[in-house]
């Protein structure tokens, strides 16, 4: 009868356990990403404004257009300021995920090492146990094929 790991249980958890930080941490990822496309847009909308009023202030125009400008360059600077906050948490969030997936990796390398000394103890008992039986079985057929002398 072939024995099983008796902390089966706890591998199989600690398997699941990290399947599920990785998904998670996939999704922080992903998180941290889209932020970063979100600032670089907002970063290349800032710049385009910018040109345009470098352009349009060459030609000439009025106060108020001028006005406008700036009030929607600072409005686009304080998006921006907005964006990169929201991609430093999205990184801070990425690398504490990245650390509870880290622990669980490590869990789950300890019951694999426990698990895989467990197989090699039972490869060794059952080593062991066929060694014996075959040494019986030889024994008795050594002493079977013996000329009897009477």
């Known amino acids: 009868m072939a024995q099983t ?3 089966q249980v706890l591998f199989d958890l600690a398997s699941s356990k990290l399947e599920e930080e990785a998904r998670a941490l996939l999704e922080m990822k992903a998180q941290w990403q889209q932020a970063e496309s979100k600032l670089r847009q907002l970063q290349g909308y800032e710049e385009e404004y910018r040109n345009r009023l470098h352009h349009s202030a060459k030609g000439g125009f009025s106060v108020s257009l001028l006005r406008d400008y ?4 600072a409005k686009l600077a304080a998006a921006v300021q907005q964006q990169e906050n929201e991609v430093e948490r999205n990184k801070q969030r990425w690398h504490e995920q990245y650390s509870v997936w880290q622990a669980a990796d490590r869990q789950l390398q300890a019951y694999t090492v426990l698990q895989n000394r ?10 062991r146990l066929e060694q014996k039986e075959l040494d019986e079985w030889a024994r008795k057929f050594f002493h079977q094929n013996q ?4």
């Open 147 to 150: 000329p009897k002398d009477h």
């Open 5 to 7: 790991f008796p902390l």
């Open 70 to 73: 700036q009030v929607f360059l």
């Open 118 to 127: 467990f197989r090699h103890q039972l490869n060794v008992k059952e080593n």
